[in-house]
């Protein structure tokens, strides 16, 4: 079995699941660690008592995320290679344009899903990142920013209470001011995992700085909308001074949930609840008379409900079932054509 320093890694998070993993991998090849941060293809561990660079083997499956936890060795010529990777609790993950799953964070217990009350402040999105936390297995807890810059932060603080399911947490903070700690306290318990998740400048970099006593970069905003720059460009991991692990992540442009359809009912269980109360039982609650779900639901988030839906639909099929699906079309469109100049 590995022999390894338990109460370092707790600091970092070790939790027992993942003891009990590395446990397993008994051959004695490899040290643990937890991915720190992730700069293009390398790696910077961190065991609870230092941090240093490494670099993973071609030959693993996938390339770690922050949060992952890992079997380093010796490569031979004074730096580290990861050759393992500990298989995580849970993944947050999205899929690029062409499909492929990328994997943002691991091991995950809490996201912080910051939203600022000013410009950036989207309903819609906020119930995508709500989608893609529950898909993970990961709890969320909806973090509303710079409520001290705008008149409306009241009304607008009402407004995600009424949109989002009652079980979802939701706290306001001033990024800057220390009470922010406090107040995300109940998230922040010695060997947490939290990850910050949110579009490019809302506050989250402001935010671990304040949580963690980190000196990162944060970025002003460009003058004119409410766009952030981009100021935090690598995913990383920070040390909460009461024992928590923070990882702050580069504001997302795109995010397109690596998610099933299951994962969407469960986001908006109350529609498949409502459902049942439908006239037709197999209403789409699009137009159908008796309808339920239309009768209860906020429309825009019924609008957002049936946009995600297709989202997943479109994005669980393989590039061969779209490439099959495109033939397919392009078969229609021919016979399309052929019986429109018949006519004519
Ligand atoms: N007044 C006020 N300013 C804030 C608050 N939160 C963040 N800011 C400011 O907003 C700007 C952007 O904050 P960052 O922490 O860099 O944002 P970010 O989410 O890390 O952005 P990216 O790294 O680009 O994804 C900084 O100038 C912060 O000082 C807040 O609650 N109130
Ligand atoms: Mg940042
Ligand atoms: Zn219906």
């Known amino acids: 079995m590995i022999d390894f320093n338990v109460a370092a890694l707790r600091r970092i998070g070790l939790t027992h699941p993942i003891a009990a993993r590395l446990a397993e991998h008994g051959d004695g090849h490899g040290l643990p660690a937890r991915v720190a941060s ?4 390398s790696l910077v561990l961190h065991d609870g008592q230092r941090e240093w660079p490494a670099r993973p083997h071609p030959g693993l499956d996938a390339l770690p995320a922050v949060g992952d936890w890992v079997l380093y ?8 290679c990861v050759r393992t990777l500990v298989e995580p609790v849970n993944v947050l993950a999205r899929r690029g344009a062409d499909g492929t799953r990328q994997r943002l964070a691991a091991n995950v217990d809490t996201a ?27 709890a969320p807890v ?11 932060a009241d009304d607008k603080a009402a407004q995600v209470g ?10 306001r903070v001033q990024a800057t001011a220390p009470d922010a700690a406090g107040l995300l306290a109940p998230w922040l318990g010695a060997g947490q995992t939290l990850v ?9 970099s402001t935010l671990t ?12 905003v460009r003058g004119g909308d409410d766009r952030g720059r981009h100021t935090t460009t690598a995913r990383s991991l920070h040390l909460c001074p009461d024992g928590a692990c923070v990882i702050d992540t580069p504001g997302l442009r795109s995010w397109q949930p690596d998610a099933d359809e299951e994962d969407v009912g469960a986001a908006f269980e109350e529609i498949g609840t409502l459902a049942a109360r439908c006239r037709f039982h197999d209403c789409t609650h699009t137009s159908e ?6 009768e209860e639901v906020d429309p825009d988030r019924l609008r957002n409900f049936h946009k995600l839906l297709r989202e997943v639909r479109h994005a669980e099929q393989t590039p061969l079932d779209r490439i099959a699906e495109r033939s397919k079309w392009k078969v229609l469109k021919r016979e399309f054509k052929a019986r429109t100049k018949a006519k004519g």
């Open 38 to 41: 992730v700069h293009r293809a």
């Open 73 to 80: 060795e010796d490569d031979g010529h004074g730096g580290t």
């Open 112 to 138: 912080l899903l910051v939203m600022a009350l000013d410009g950036d402040f989207n309903l819609r999105r906020l119930e995508r990142y709500l989608m893609v936390a529950r898909a993970s297995d990961v």
């Open 142 to 152: 909806v973090v509303l920013t710079k409520g001290d810059l705008v008149p409306d």
């Open 162 to 171: 009424a949109r989002i399911p009652v079980a979802v947490p939701v706290v």
């Open 196 to 204: 910050l998740l949110g579009m490019s400048g809302v506050g989250k």
């Open 209 to 220: 700085n304040t949580l963690t006593g980190a000196l990162q970069d944060t970025g002003g």
């Open 289 to 294: 008379p008796g309808c339920a779900v239309r």
